[in-house]
């Protein structure tokens, strides 16, 4: 019986990713969409109903499979090979579920016609491709890493069109994957989680076919070197060019997308072998966390950018969706102010509570991680960068999951957060966040308190002194 239940949970995954596939082409992120789109136009417009149907039952389809198997995975090679099938139609189809291609394909374009996508929108060029663009990022500059936008410059060179671009793109999202698919058991065996339910959570959700794959965002790249700069590092702790070298390839994945320099304090706790010391931490800690620095840093001077990343990423504060938990409760402070007359923006005072919580979270997790687990507390530190961040997309939870995935030994709750994740966009990208303000955002609010109501009953359970016998 238990084959026939995996060999059923392979079909059915299986059948979902098709199903998906085939809304790519009906009405994916197409070149020449809508670039304004809202569910009830999809609906009405071509294909409409089959649009919205495959999407939805693909993703049902794909989510039930990945979660009736998340704590009964029959093996390493079955959740590989499995993973691989469902990411096969994939390979194929136009971006699903945003427009961040072409945003690449416009960015790498300014770059190789000797513009910094750092100073200025890709209208300045203006790109080729503008029109395939959301109209919020025209003007934007890049928020990626230089690394990432040298070799966006380097596709759109060797390519020459959106199609080959795109193309090119997806293969490097195929790597990244491939890349956290052979380092990730390291990670897993490290912590004592079994690496096939390690390799299923991490590879076989929902969201790595649709976003990284077929949306072929980067953070496919950046999440597969940041897996393997982990690994290098707890596979050779102590010695100290293994340690450089994790800490390079750390700084590679910082290249990609700087959230990766969220993890470089853990990986400096993890190449200490023998406990954590200052001595240890100066000797092991000082090579990784040098390596990773150092190798952002010349990239940038390498690629003749500046640190307009860090303005890039200030951008992000202008989508407002109730998706990110300090964004909603913003929102809903403004509506509770509206029936007295008040017209308040709060969101600049929660955004910037949510940060403050952040930097206490991160420090308070790294000293925590001094005798424990540094790994799993790097995965916390990234669930707690995603939650707090004023802005969320669902491929920002492929971050946390991977390492969740090896370190974690409960995994109901991040599997939840990832299937939940999976129904955000529609198969075009259209945000459904954006349609449901006015009831998502209170309730993401209610979510916010009960989940701050138990985590602080937790802290003083664990405060409480046991009683003597």
């Given at each position: 019986?238990?084959?026939?239940?995996?060999?059923?949970?392979?079909?059915?995954?299986?059948?979902?990713?098709?199903?998906?596939?085939?809304?790519?082409?009906?009405?994916?992120?197409?070149p020449d969409g809508d670039l304004r789109p809202d569910p009830v136009k999809i609906w009405l417009g071509p294909n409409g109903p089959w649009i919205i149907g495959l999407w939805l039952f693909g993703t049902i389809a794909m989510s039930v499979a990945w979660w009736m198997?998340?704590?009964?995975?029959?093996?390493?090679?079955?959740?590989?090979?499995?993973?691989?099938?469902?990411?096969?139609?994939?390979?194929?189809?136009?971006?699903?579920?945003?427009?961040?291609?072409?945003?690449?394909?416009?960015?790498?374009?300014?770059?190789?016609?000797?513009?910094?996508?750092?100073?200025?929108?890709?209208?300045?060029?203006?790109?080729?491709?503008?029109?395939?663009?959301?109209?919020?990022?025209?003007?934007?500059?890049?928020?990626?890493?230089?690394?990432?936008?040298?070799?966006?410059?380097?596709?759109?060179?060797?390519?020459?069109?959106?199609?080959?671009?795109?193309?090119?793109?997806?293969?490097?999202?195929?790597?990244?994957?491939v890349l956290t698919a052979a380092c990730l058991p390291v990670l897993a065996r490290r912590c004592g989680v079994p690496v096939g339910r390690a390799l299923w959570l991490a590879l076989a959700s929902p969201l790595v076919g649709v976003h990284l794959i077929s949306g072929?965002?980067?953070?496919?790249?950046?999440?597969?070197?940041?897996?393997?700069?982990?690994?290098?590092?707890?596979?050779?702790?102590?010695?100290?060019?293994?340690?450089?070298?994790?800490?390079?390839?750390?700084?590679?994945?910082?290249?990609?997308?700087?959230?990766?320099?969220?993890?470089?304090?853990?990986?400096?706790?993890?190449?200490?072998?023998?406990?954590?010391?200052?001595r240890g931490l100066f000797r092991d800690g000082t090579p990784v966390v040098g390596g990773a620095v150092g190798t952002l840093f010349g990239v940038t001077l390498a690629a003749g950018l500046d640190l307009g990343w860090i303005t890039g990423l200030s951008h992000g504060?202008?989508?407002?969706?109730?998706?990110?938990?300090?964004?909603?409760?913003?929102?809903?402070?403004?509506?509770?102010?509206?029936?007295?007359?008040?017209?308040?923006?709060?969101?600049?005072?929660?955004?910037?509570?949510?940060?403050?919580?952040?930097?206490?979270?991160?420090?308070?997790?790294?000293?925590?991680?001094?005798?424990?687990?540094?790994?799993?507390?790097?995965?916390?530190?990234?669930?707690?960068?995603?939650?707090?961040?004023?802005?969320?997309?669902?491929?920002?939870?492929?971050?946390?999951?991977?390492?969740?995935?090896?370190?974690?030994?409960?995994?109901?709750?991040?599997?939840?957060?990832?299937?939940?994740?999976?129904?955000?966009?529609?198969?075009?990208?259209?945000?459904?966040?954006?349609?449901?303000?006015?009831?998502?955002?209170?309730?993401?609010?209610?979510?916010?308190?009960?989940?701050?109501?138990?985590?602080?009953?937790?802290?003083?359970?664990?405060?409480?002194?046991?009683?003597?016998?």
């Amino acid at each position: 019986m238990a084959d026939v239940s995996h060999h059923l949970v392979r079909w059915t995954g299986l059948a979902g990713s098709i199903m998906l596939a085939v809304a790519a082409f009906l009405g994916g992120a197409l070149p020449d969409g809508d670039l304004r789109p809202d569910p009830v136009k999809i609906w009405l417009g071509p294909n409409g109903p089959w649009i919205i149907g495959l999407w939805l039952f693909g993703t049902i389809a794909m989510s039930v499979a990945w979660w009736m198997l998340r704590d009964r995975v029959p093996s390493a090679r079955w959740a590989l090979t499995t993973a691989a099938l469902w990411i096969l139609p994939f390979l194929v189809t136009p971006p699903l579920g945003s427009r961040d291609a072409y945003a690449y394909a416009c960015q790498g374009a300014s770059y190789a016609n000797g513009i910094s996508p750092y100073e200025f929108g890709v209208s300045t060029l203006p790109c080729p491709w503008l029109d395939t663009m959301s109209h919020i990022w025209r003007d934007t500059p890049a928020p990626y890493g230089p690394l990432f936008v040298v070799i966006s410059g380097a596709v759109v060179a060797a390519t020459g069109s959106l199609f080959g671009s795109i193309a090119m793109f997806r293969v490097l999202a195929v790597a990244g994957v491939v890349l956290t698919a052979a380092c990730l058991p390291v990670l897993a065996r490290r912590c004592g989680v079994p690496v096939g339910r390690a390799l299923w959570l991490a590879l076989a959700s929902p969201l790595v076919g649709v976003h990284l794959i077929s949306g072929v965002h980067n953070d496919a790249m950046m999440v597969g070197l940041m897996v393997a700069g982990l690994a290098i590092v707890v596979t050779w702790p102590g010695r100290t060019w293994h340690l450089l070298a994790g800490g390079v390839v750390l700084g590679l994945a910082a290249g990609i997308k700087v959230t990766a320099l969220v993890v470089v304090p853990f990986a400096a706790l993890a190449a200490i072998p023998n406990g954590f010391s200052l001595r240890g931490l100066f000797r092991d800690g000082t090579p990784v966390v040098g390596g990773a620095v150092g190798t952002l840093f010349g990239v940038t001077l390498a690629a003749g950018l500046d640190l307009g990343w860090i303005t890039g990423l200030s951008h992000g504060n202008e989508v407002i969706a109730w998706t990110s938990p300090p964004t909603a409760v913003g929102q809903t402070l403004g509506y509770l102010a509206l029936p007295f007359g008040l017209h308040i923006d709060a969101l600049p005072v929660t955004r910037g509570i949510a940060m403050v919580v952040l930097a206490a979270l991160l420090v308070w997790l790294w000293f925590r991680a001094r005798y424990r687990e540094p790994l799993w507390h790097a995965a916390l530190a990234l669930t707690a960068a995603v939650a707090l961040a004023p802005l969320f997309h669902p491929w920002y939870w492929f971050w946390p999951l991977v390492l969740l995935a090896a370190t974690a030994h409960r995994t109901w709750w991040f599997s939840a957060v990832a299937v939940y994740s999976a129904f955000h966009v529609l198969a075009d990208g259209t945000g459904l966040p954006r349609h449901t303000k006015t009831i998502g955002a209170p309730l993401m609010t209610l979510f916010v308190i009960v989940v701050a109501v138990r985590l602080i009953r937790s802290a003083r359970t664990a405060r409480r002194p046991v009683p003597a016998d």
